[in-house]
């Protein structure tokens, strides 16, 4: 069965950054498109960006440009995103979301979410 | 970028209730429409994708409809495990896709 697990909750400064994993199992890693969506408290779900694990090829979000980087390591089936200079408002629970179609944008498959706290 | 709205913000209704949550669309989307409901604490879940297809495993109870710029989701009979917020996501590719505000579903 398709899992998405994610690492465990983090607490960064302000001004720090943050890398969140994304390991995949039960299908192949380099068929699907990965992509990240964020939630902060009590509001509504915002895409990031996605990452083509195959080619490593990268679609960021115009909010996230320049701040966020996504990456693949296929050798262990595991997707990071990276996010920089934290503010305060980065404070969410970041999801990882497999696309079924690769590039369609309709996520199937879900990781557990990990919380990041932003705060000085 | 295709900007999504959502009505009623929350919705109070009962167990057997049927339940209508409207999503619209600032531009044609033709059926590139995906519903999802996530409970507290919990990653969404895909319910419905192309405007009114079924995620397999998902309840027959709930069936979406419309196309272009108008969609329905509807729950034909709310219930217990059905209180949560919903989502509607348009995936059209020549667009960053986009999750509306969402829907809560609470007991009345």
């Known amino acids: 069965q398709v899992q998405l697990v994610q690492s465990g909750a983090e607490v960064k400064k302000p001004g720090a950054s943050v890398r969140v994993s994304c390991k995949a199992s039960?299908?192949?890693?380099?068929?699907?498109?990965m992509h990240w969506v964020r939630q902060a408290p009590g509001q509504g779900l915002e895409w990031m960006g996605w990452?083509?694990?195959?080619?490593?090829?990268?679609n960021y979000a115009q909010d996230f440009q320049g701040r966020v980087t996504m990456t693949r390591d296929t050798s262990i089936s595991t997707a990071y995103m990276e996010l920089s200079s934290l503010r305060s408002d980065d404070t969410a629970v970041y999801y990882c979301?497999?696309?079924?179609?690769?590039?369609?944008?309709?996520?199937?498959?879900w990781g557990q979410g990990t919380l990041v706290t932003v705060s000085s | 970028d295709i900007q999504m709205t959502q009505s009623p913000s929350t919705l109070s209704a009962s167990v057997g209730d049927r339940v209508t949550i409207t999503c619209r669309a600032s531009?044609?989307?033709?059926?590139?429409l995906a519903w999802y409901q996530q409970k507290p604490g919990k990653a969404p879940k895909l319910l419905i994708y192309?405007?009114?297809s079924l995620e397999s495993g998902v309840p027959s109870r709930f069936s979406g409809s419309g196309s272009g710029t108008e969609f329905t989701l509807t729950i034909s009979s709310l219930q217990p495990d059905d209180f949560a917020t919903y989502y509607c996501?348009?995936?059209?590719?020549?667009?960053?896709?986009?999750f509306g505000p969402g829907t809560k579903v609470d007991i009345k």
């Open positions: 979301a497999r696309d079924r179609y690769s590039g369609s944008s309709l996520l199937d498959y």
């Open positions: 039960g299908y192949t890693f380099t068929g699907y498109y």
């Open positions: 990452i083509n694990p195959n080619s490593g090829g990268t």
């Open positions: 531009q044609r989307i033709s059926s590139w």
């Open positions: 192309k405007a009114s």
């Open positions: 996501q348009q995936y059209n590719s020549y667009s960053p896709f986009t």
